[in-house]
């Protein structure tokens, strides 16, 4: 990303964890309301297949049911959506974890007048282009089970230091995620798990 003084990098990872900070609520708070109008989904569905069985099809009960059913449905149509445009902004944490508490605390042993190499890499670990590798795993109780696993470069960083030395900083992460088909009497249902963004 560039070449700058400890104050310049601390100003602007301060503002970038701030931003990603209220986005990562806002996710939480988004997929926790996916999550509910979900559930509600098909509550509402199940009722209103028993309910229009055992009121022998009254007409009211169907409009009710099916007009409640319609907004569950909407409603979680909508947050999916919301969920979906929040993690195309949501960032990587590592610079947040790592290194902006580590240049905090070695902020006394870096020269004043010394520029800091730093190369971010804020994307989704889990992105098609970091895939290093994909293989079968043995089903287990699973129909098919794929394990893929993924290399990401997170941080580098070159940090001058007082005594003429330089610490060089490294975050790579290997994220993994499955592919679960399990088996079922009728069709198989695929299952995403980790590693996914």
Same mark, same amino acid.
């Given at each position: 990303?560039? %070449? /700058?003084?400890?104050?310049?990098?601390?100003?602007?990872?301060?503002?970038?964890?701030?931003?990603?900070?209220?986005?990562?609520?806002?996710?939480?708070?988004?997929?926790?309301?996916? $999550?509910?109008?979900?559930?509600?989904?098909?509550?509402?569905?199940?009722? @209103? &297949?028993?309910?229009?069985?055992?009121?022998?099809?009254? +007409?009211?009960?169907?409009?009710?049911?099916? !007009?409640?059913?319609?907004?569950?449905?909407?409603?979680?149509? *909508?947050?999916? $959506? %919301?969920?979906?445009?929040? %993690?195309? +902004? =949501?960032?990587? =944490?590592?610079?947040?974890? #790592?290194?902006?508490?580590?240049?905090?605390?070695?902020?006394?042993? *870096?020269?004043?007048? !010394?520029?800091?190499?730093?190369?971010?890499?804020?994307?989704?670990?889990? @992105?098609?282009?970091?895939? &290093?590798?994909?293989?079968?795993?043995?089903? !287990?109780? =699973?129909?098919?089970? +794929?394990?893929?696993?993924?290399?990401?470069?997170?941080?580098? @960083?070159? $940090?001058?230091? #007082?005594?003429?030395?330089?610490?060089?900083?490294? *975050?790579? /992460?290997?994220?993994?995620?499955?592919?679960?088909?399990?088996? #079922?009497?009728?069709?198989? #249902?695929?299952?995403? /798990?980790?590693?996914?963004?």
């Amino acid at each position: 990303m560039g %070449k /700058k003084k400890l104050r310049e990098w601390l100003g602007f990872l301060q503002v970038l964890s701030r931003f990603d900070a209220q986005v990562d609520v806002r996710l939480k708070k988004v997929q926790g309301r996916s $999550i509910l109008f979900g559930v509600l989904s098909f509550l509402s569905l199940f009722v @209103a &297949i028993f309910g229009t069985a055992f009121s022998n099809g009254n +007409i009211g009960f169907v409009s009710v049911a099916g !007009g409640v059913l319609f907004v569950f449905l909407l409603l979680f149509i *909508i947050y999916r $959506i %919301k969920v979906s445009r929040l %993690k195309r +902004i =949501n960032l990587d =944490n590592s610079f947040r974890d #790592t290194l902006l508490p580590l240049l905090q605390i070695l902020s006394e042993d *870096i020269p004043a007048k !010394g520029k800091i190499v730093l190369d971010l890499d804020l994307g989704c670990p889990a @992105a098609k282009g970091n895939k &290093i590798s994909e293989q079968k795993l043995p089903p !287990g109780r =699973n129909r098919k089970l +794929i394990e893929r696993v993924y290399r990401f470069n997170a941080v580098h @960083a070159a $940090i001058p230091l #007082t005594n003429d030395a330089r610490l060089i900083l490294d *975050i790579v /992460k290997q994220p993994a995620s499955y592919d679960r088909y399990y088996k #079922t009497p009728g069709a198989s #249902t695929n299952i995403r /798990k980790s590693g996914k963004c």
